[in-house]
């Protein structure tokens, strides 16, 4: 990860970090809080109601900023947002699904949702008690953009295979940081990975 420095709202300071790889695996992680506290209010117990309120603030959104823990790339972050982290049909911005990475998010709530659906509050408790002391996560964080692009590239072989639109765009920041424009390596990422977006799923239709 890389520190985008602090953020400050409402008199409260958050410390923002840019992942550069895992974001699927806390996306994932998220989904899965945002459903356990949605079970638990479904059992109507105080204590139950008070354990997902506190979830909730503490690991999806501040309730006093309205600030989410997570923010996704593009598009992707205002589905996750408006769509999958909300409860009840009236809470949900109405949208139809556009791109294999909001389909995959969608798929995720349903699975989610379908496995705590009916859980009893002391096995929702063990649940949360294994998210949040028994994960590990490993933080290392880098200075550049170009360092971020390096490990990714060197640490992404346990996850999807990187596509040609990812190489290209490392190897541009690589050469914006060799030409010594740093502006220029930043500009790169967003222009890029808008592409990815839109190239998304393009080889599965072929294969096809």
Request: net charge positive; with cysteine; aromatic share 6%.
């Amino acid at each position: 990860m890389r520190s985008l420095g602090q953020k400050i709202i409402l008199g409260k300071s958050f410390q923002r970090f840019e992942i550069i790889d895992g974001q699927q695996r806390l996306a994932s992680l998220t989904i899965l809080l945002h459903c356990v506290c949605e079970a638990l209010k479904a059992l109507n117990l105080e204590d139950a109601l008070k354990t997902a309120v506190n979830m909730d603030n503490d690991y999806i959104r501040d309730s006093s900023t309205g600030v989410h823990k997570i923010r996704l790339n593009g598009v992707d972050d205002s589905f996750l947002k408006d769509v999958v982290l909300k409860t009840t049909g009236t809470e949900m911005v109405g949208r139809e699904v556009t791109t294999p990475s909001e389909k995959r998010l969608k798929k995720a709530k349903a699975f989610f949702s379908d496995k705590t659906k009916g859980m009893r509050f002391a096995d929702l408790n063990g649940l949360i008690e294994r998210m949040l002391n028994r994960l590990l996560f490993i933080r290392y964080e880098v200075g550049t953009e170009v360092e971020a692009g390096l490990v990714f590239e060197a640490m992404n072989d346990r996850g999807r295979p990187l596509t040609q639109v990812d190489k290209i765009k490392n190897y541009l920041i690589y050469l914006a940081y060799r030409k010594d424009d740093p502006d220029l390596a930043v500009s790169i990422k967003p222009i890029m990975g808008g592409n990815i977006q839109k190239c998304d799923g393009v080889g599965e239709v072929r294969r096809r």
